[in-house]
């Protein structure tokens, strides 16, 4: 099964997550309230939901409830509060994990995979290692030198679409592509608004680089040339 269903009363949530979930292979359904979020639930052949807290005709956790009472199927639950107990009671009544609004959809992507990964028995992809920097794509942490690094979810993908490819150098279109999706409006700059954020965290400049490398006229380079 690779059926995904995401409940949401929000339309742009619906529609980004499933763009980005169908664009990864994943069939996909969605349901703009807790009933017919459970009816679809109920009615099987999935392989995990998406199920946002704040819900018409019937909350998220109680969906979630109903849902566990009756099968195992994966939950992830969206939240866009941040109060610990929402989280708390959410993994208590048997969600699986959750991800607070608002949210990057390839880091819902990302969620979704490693719980199916876990579920299936899947090896997870490894971590990236390079020279005391560690980047780790299943729990989507990165740390230098042991100390953890406060990264935005976009300057994580970025990073990694570096990091895992040491040497190549990615022109900024592409990283476009890879990190905002081939549907972004915006400009080759943000690519460079993101890196200068990034840099910082990795506690480097533009003059002297260790893990990014401007190229000239093209884009960025993790790392030494290949």
Request: charged share 30%.
């Amino acid at each position: 099964m690779n059926t995904v269903l995401v409940v949401d009363d929000e339309p742009s949530v619906r529609k980004v997550a499933s763009a980005y979930l169908e664009r990864e292979g994943f069939e996909v359904r969605t349901a703009a309230d807790g009933m017919d979020g459970l009816r679809q639930a109920e009615e099987g052949g999935l392989a995990l939901v998406v199920l946002d807290v704040m819900l018409p005709k019937m909350n998220g956790l109680d969906v979630c409830k109903r849902i566990r009472a009756a099968s195992n199927v994966p939950i992830i639950l969206l939240t866009a509060r941040g109060e610990e107990f929402d989280r708390v009671l959410g993994l208590e009544l048997g969600a699986d994990d959750y991800v607070v609004k608002p949210f990057s959809p390839r880091e819902l992507v990302a969620r979704v995979k490693a719980i199916l990964r876990r579920t299936s028995g899947e090896a997870a992809p490894a971590p990236v290692m390079y020279e005391g920097l560690r980047v780790d794509p299943v729990t989507r942490t990165a740390s230098l030198a042991g100390q953890a690094l406060d990264l935005s979810a976009l300057e994580f993908d970025l990073l990694y679409e570096l990091a895992r490819a040491p040497g190549r150098v990615f022109a900024r279109n592409e990283l476009i592509q890879r990190v905002w999706g081939e549907d972004f409006p915006g400009v080759d700059r943000v690519v460079d608004v993101h890196m200068v954020s990034l840099r910082k965290h990795l506690g480097e400049s533009g003059q002297s680089p260790r893990f990014i490398h401007a190229v000239r006229g093209v884009g960025y380079r993790f790392g030494r040339p290949e």
